[in-house]
C-alpha cells in the first residue's frame, strides 16, 4: 500500500553546519539544470502514480486530508511542512527542535550533550529564539498564503523593492502581479520557494549570510 502523502525536498538542510552531513564536495552532487531535471523527473514519477501537487515539496492523493484541505484553502504550514489544520502553538521535542507560538519561536540545544544536561538540570532546553516584529508577522502571514493558497493580497500596495525582485519571475509567467496582489501561476508552484524569498525581508537584509538559509533548487 502506497503511502498517502509524500514530502519530496529537493533542498539542502544547510549541511555545512553539520560535520556529519558533509562527507562530499560540492562537486560530487548535481547543481543548476542537473539538480531541477531531478526534481522534475520526480515530480513526474509522483503525479504519474497518482499523487498531487499540493504545495511545495509536497504531494498527496486525492483521498488524503491534505489534498482536500488544499482544495478549499484550509491548507496550513508549519516548520514540519503541510498540514491540514491551523494552530498557533507548534512544540517541538528534542534535539534542535523548533517551537512556535506565532509571535514567537525557540529552538532547542543543538547537541545530543548539551539537551540531555540541560534536561537533567531541570531547565528547559533552548538554544535561542526570535520575537516577532509587527512586520515579521505580515511578510510572514503573506508568506504563508503564497505557500498553502499560491495567492496573497496587500492591504495598501505590493512594496517596492518586493516588485522589483518578483519582477523577473512575473517576466518568466512564475507569477502574477498587479498593485496589490501576487498569484502564482501552474508553472511557477515548482519555483515557491524562490517566490517566497522575494518577500523575505531578513534574507535580504543579511543576504551576506545568505549560507544560513536552506537553498532553493
Known sequence: MKPERIAFYSYAHV??????????????????????????MG???????????????HFA??????FKASQHAQLHRNFMGYT??????LIGLGVSSISDCHTAFVQNNKTVEGYLKDIENGSIAIEKGHLATPEDLL????ILNLMCKGLTCFENQIPIPTQ???????A????EMDGKQICVTSVGRSF???ICMALDERLWKFKSETSLFSKAV
Open 15 to 40: 549541511p555545512w553546519m553539520k560535520p556529519g552531513q558533509r562527507h562530499y564536495h560540492e562537486k560530487d552532487i548535481p547543481q543548476g539544470d542537473e539538480k531541477f531535471a531531478l526534481y522534475q
Open 43 to 57: 515530480r513526474e514519477r509522483l503525479i504519474e502514480a497518482g499523487y498531487q501537487e499540493i504545495g511545495m515539496d
Open 61 to 66: 492523493l486525492k483521498k488524503d486530508k491534505l
Open 84 to 89: 491540514d489544520r491551523y494552530t498557533k502553538i
Open 139 to 142: 511578510i510572514k502571514a503573506h
Open 164 to 170: 522589483q525582485r518578483l519582477s523577473e519571475l512575473q
Open 172 to 175: 518568466d509567467h512564475l507569477i
Open 192 to 194: 515557491l520557494r524562490n
